[in-house]
């Protein structure tokens, strides 16, 4: 391999790993405060709001919700298992620790009027009016 090759190499490595760590810390520092941010979906029916938040490993106890005004807040942890709390990261992709997930809704009035977690998804049901 020339030398060229090689430089061309290692800078396509150290720009990797930076985007690597800057991914990482969007998903874990949002505004200064050590928490991840749950991807959601949002779906509206005529009468409701269905919102589906992606909370892999998270346990149903350590979630809450909460509403006030036109924004949802959904809290919680996700604990590392403890099988895995002296192992060294090979890769880390599932973020854990506390969580906090804001969503702005519309300007109706909503209210919570169902909430279950399956597969690994909290899906919520906010009744129109």
């Known amino acids: ?38 991807p959601v979906d949002i779906y509206e029916t005529g009468d409701a709001l269905f919102i589906l938040v992606a909370l892999p490993g998270v346990e149903p106890d350590t ?30 992709e599932i973020p854990h620790g506390d969580f906090e997930r804001r969503i702005e809704l519309p300007s109706a009035p909503f209210q919570l009027s169902g909430r279950h977690l399956a597969n690994g ?5 906010l009744q129109k009016g």
């Open 1 to 38: 391999m020339s030398r060229r090759q090689l430089e061309a190499m290692m800078w396509a490595d150290a720009c990797e790993a930076m985007q690597r760590a800057e991914r990482l810390q969007r998903q874990f520092f949002h505004h200064g405060a050590p928490y991840w941010e749950a």
């Open 63 to 92: 979630i809450t919700v909460s509403m006030s005004a036109g924004l949802l807040m959904v809290r919680g942890q996700r604990s590392l298992p403890p099988e895995l709390q002296n192992a060294r990261i090979v890769r880390m």
């Open 121 to 125: 998804c909290l899906m919520l049901r």
